[in-house]
């Protein structure tokens, strides 16, 4: 199997991050790059650089006005006398129905739903890089590879069509399915990420063309809070083609598994025509954020089980953060879904 990815994306190098209120370093680093490219090499895959893709695949996710503020407000923070070193947004509208403001503070709010995806002068590239491994992944399939894995970093799932958020600035994963439709009339996207993929779920959530399942730890008292509860089902022509399935924090393998399966009802049910899957690693039991208990023989029977679906994949990497199990947890994923085969 290829696996995509650019030297660009390692360069978004995030300082900051507010945890309870409390500042600490920021837990999306560089590093799981080496990681992650160390677990892809040892389960056999070929690393491939992605071609420039333009803007175009991005903007069919995102709206005009998130892309220029993205592309453009790491330049402008840089004019405010006294402003913070990276772009972190300090005041938010408590709902959107205001009106569009003029100021880089003002859209910074606007744009960034919490203090943990800092922007730099390199995050613009990183994640346009990172964005172009999925595009890059999803041709690929289209191309008749049964199976790619994108090694996306930064990540992807908590960017809305216009809002970043959670380590994520330009949403791959939807990236990736919105690709796939060019031949695929029914694309679904299953998350296993430890945090609801509440960005993909706003994307497509009045779509009934693409169905968004996402495993996770319950939201109650876990990130992102605002969704990714069972009664989000989607609205208007999406109603019904959005499935969140909130597991006990701490779950463990076996029900991780039987709740995948659940899943897999639902997608079948839709007949989809290729499938993404949100591969985050952050539901071990050893990463920092300690949400679920899946192990690392757990991560090689979820991509046998997903594998089983027999569908066109595009395997996107979403969270999963520094513990000395990273790559071996991307190792075990891919051998179980039978990366060398593919
Ligand atoms: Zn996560």
Redesign the pocket.
């Known amino acids: 199997m290829k696996t995509f990815y650019a030297e660009e994306q390692k360069r978004h190098d995030p300082k900051a991050f507010l945890s309870s209120g409390a500042a600490q370093p920021n837990p999306e680093q560089p590093d799981r790059v080496e990681r992650l490219l160390a677990g892809a090499k040892a389960a056999g895959c070929e690393i491939v650089r992605p071609r420039n893709h333009g803007l175009g695949p991005v903007a069919a996710v995102h709206t005009p006005e998130y892309l220029d503020f993205l592309e453009h407000i790491y330049a402008r923070w840089q004019r405010i006398e006294g402003a913070s070193a990276e772009v972190i947004p300090n005041i938010h509208p408590i709902a959107r129905n205001g009106s569009y403001p003029a100021s880089a503070v003002g859209q910074a709010g606007y744009h960034m739903a919490d203090t943990a995806c800092p922007i730099s002068g390199e995050t613009w590239q990183s994640a346009l890089w990172s964005a172009w491994s999925a595009v890059e992944a999803a041709e690929a399939v289209i191309s008749g590879a049964s199976a790619a894995y994108a090694l996306c970093r930064p990540p992807g799932h908590h960017a809305f069509a216009d809002v970043a958020g959670g380590f994520c600035f330009i949403n791959n994963s939807a990236v990736a399915a919105q690709v796939l439709r060019r031949t695929a009339s029914r694309v679904a996207i299953l998350d296993v990420?430890?945090?609801h993929g509440n960005g993909t779920q706003g994307i497509f959530y009045a779509r009934p063309d693409v169905l968004t399942v996402s495993l996770h730890a319950d939201p109650v008292r876990f990130y992102p809070f605002f969704w990714g509860h069972a009664d989000e089902r989607g609205e208007g022509p999406g109603l019904g083609y959005n499935f969140n399935l909130p597991l006990p924090r701490k779950s463990t393998d076996a029900a991780f598994l039987e709740a995948l399966e659940v899943t897999f009802q639902r997608i079948r049910a839709f007949s989809p025509d290729a499938l993404v899957v949100a591969l985050?690693l952050?539901a071990f039991e050893g990463d920092p954020?300690g949400g679920l208990s899946v192990t690392t023989p757990g991560f090689a029977r979820i991509g046998e089980a997903i594998a089983k679906l027999g569908l066109p994949t595009v395997i996107v990497q979403?969270?999963g953060y520094l513990c000395d199990e990273l790559g071996d947890n991307l190792t075990a994923f891919l051998t179980g879904f039978g990366c060398t085969s593919r």
């Open positions: 990420d430890l945090h985050g952050d954020f979403e969270g």
